[in-house]
């Protein structure tokens, strides 16, 4: 996989954590060859993670919409930039374009990609890891709220198989390199 998709704040949080795991999973998608695609923004941790990509020089594309390219101000040294008009149409062309997520901390944005990627996968839509990037444990209680959703069989077992909570970068690249697509043609039979 070398399209990677990565959910991150438009803040840096208050955790130094937070702006480190940004910059080194930049430079590490970078020097392992894998483009990032993000939402184009230049603030937070968005921001961070494709100042340290290029840095390394790493491809780096961004989808933002026009009202948040106003707001958060787009990266102008992308490799690439798309402004489309809706949500919809970001999440939509970033997830067209990559092969596995990484979400790194963030707030509501992020857990609305988050969500709309967990539920693409069970709806068959798309066949994609998608990673929780735990730094200090910032995931843990939505991973077993998620958990806990399974178990009180609102959402399916098989939602838990392709979301991985992990505590560092290397552990993100190695989910990436050993997942292995579900057959998206039963994907009904396995969400009853």
Not at 59 to 64: A, K, M, P
Request: charge should be neutral; charged fraction near 25%.
């Amino acid at each position: 996989m070398k399209k990677i998709c990565v959910f991150a704040g438009s803040k840096e949080g208050k955790k130094e954590s937070y702006r480190i795991a940004a910059q080194e999973l930049g430079k590490c998608l970078a020097l392992n060859g894998k483009t990032i695609i993000y939402g184009g923004g230049s603030l937070g941790l968005m921001g961070l993670l494709a100042d340290s990509a290029l840095l390394h020089k790493g491809t780096v594309e961004g989808v933002i919409t026009s009202q948040l390219d106003n707001v958060e101000v787009s990266h102008k040294d992308l490799n690439k930039l798309d402004i489309v008009e809706t949500m919809h149409e970001r999440k939509a062309l970033m997830a067209k374009r990559s092969e596995a997520i990484i979400c790194l901390p963030g707030g509501v944005g992020t857990w609305e990609e988050f969500f709309e990627a967990m539920a693409w996968n069970q709806l068959g839509i798309h066949s994609k890891p998608i990673i929780l990037l735990n730094i200090s444990n910032y995931y843990i209680d939505l991973y077993d709220f998620i958990k806990k959703s399974v178990d009180e069989k609102f959402l399916p077992l098989e939602s838990l198989e392709d979301l991985y909570l992990v505590n560092n970068i290397d552990e993100s690249l190695k989910v990436i390199d050993n997942f292995t697509k579900r057959n998206l043609k039963n994907w009904v039979l396995k969400t009853k």
